[in-house]
């Protein structure tokens, strides 16, 4: 039995053979997050309402660093991959799909970097 | 229409002729809550960006941030937190094939609901330890 319409059938569209790696790559860093986000909470709650001296000397610890630079880069790929999958659920005009979907990664990848930098900056001493 | 054949699909009940269930409604906030997160993802780059930028600029961005209004956006942003993670933890355990009887599935939309709750009250007793 098939699935497609004679349409789909003819112009050779249907699956892109990506389907299973990407989403095994969206379990593999929800996977990841469950340990990353205890030790992000653990690391940055404590830093509520602290001074900015307190702050540095947290960062400059190298294992907090890379616990938080891990969370970062993890957490922006996880919410790109997820708002793509809301944004692909709802939003059914190509313009809007198109503008929303670049939007969200551009976002994503910007917010996430500037995130590992920011951490970076601090770790090495600035 | 040209494409008479839609193919051989099975068609998915319209969601207006559902009646609300644990499982779906505990599944929407999931998703809700991730997106919800997306604000308090910014608001912790911000804050990380000004300590990275020196002193007078952190204090600006702390005060801020350390606000009633912000404060209220950090414990929804905490208990948001918690929700998507057991909510996302039930979701792994699903897609390893486990929970789906109606009894266990119904549990764990308790335990979520319930977790997210106690396990915000534990963190912010846990900064007031803390700080």
């Known amino acids: ?126 | 229409m040209a494409d008479q054949n839609r193919g051989n699909r099975p068609l998915s009940p319209h969601l207006t002729i559902y009646r609300p269930q644990m499982s779906s409604m505990t599944s929407i906030f999931v998703r809700l809550t991730g997106i919800a997160l997306t604000l308090g993802f910014v608001m912790i780059i911000w804050w990380l960006i000004a300590a990275a930028s020196g002193p007078a600029y952190f204090d600006r961005i702390n005060g801020l941030m350390t606000g009633w209004f912000s404060m209220l956006i950090w414990i929804a942003s905490i208990w948001a937190l918690w929700y998507h993670f057991l909510g996302g933890v039930r979701h792994l355990i699903w897609d390893m094939g486990y929970g789906f009887d109606l009894k266990t599935a119904d549990l764990m939309g308790y335990i979520m609901i319930g977790g997210s709750f106690v396990m915000t009250i534990l963190t912010f007793i846990m900064i007031g330890v803390c700080s």
Not at chain 1, 12 to 40: D, M, Q, Y
């Open chain 1, 1 to 126: 039995m098939s699935f497609k319409t004679d349409f789909q059938r003819v112009a050779g569209l249907g699956s892109a053979k990506s389907g299973a790696h990407h989403w095994f790559g969206e379990r593999l860093k929800a996977v990841a997050l469950i340990p990353l986000t205890l030790a992000f909470l653990c690391i940055v709650a404590p830093l509520v309402g602290a001074s900015h001296a307190d702050v540095v000397a947290a960062f400059q610890n190298p294992i907090k660093a890379i616990a938080v630079i891990l969370f970062f880069l993890v957490t922006f790929k996880h919410l790109e991959e997820g708002l793509q999958v809301v944004i692909e659920d709802y939003i059914h005009g190509k313009a809007a799909l198109l503008t929303l979907l670049i939007g969200t990664k551009l976002f994503c990848w910007a917010f996430g970097l500037a995130g590992v930098f920011a951490v970076a900056k601090i770790a090495f001493g600035g």
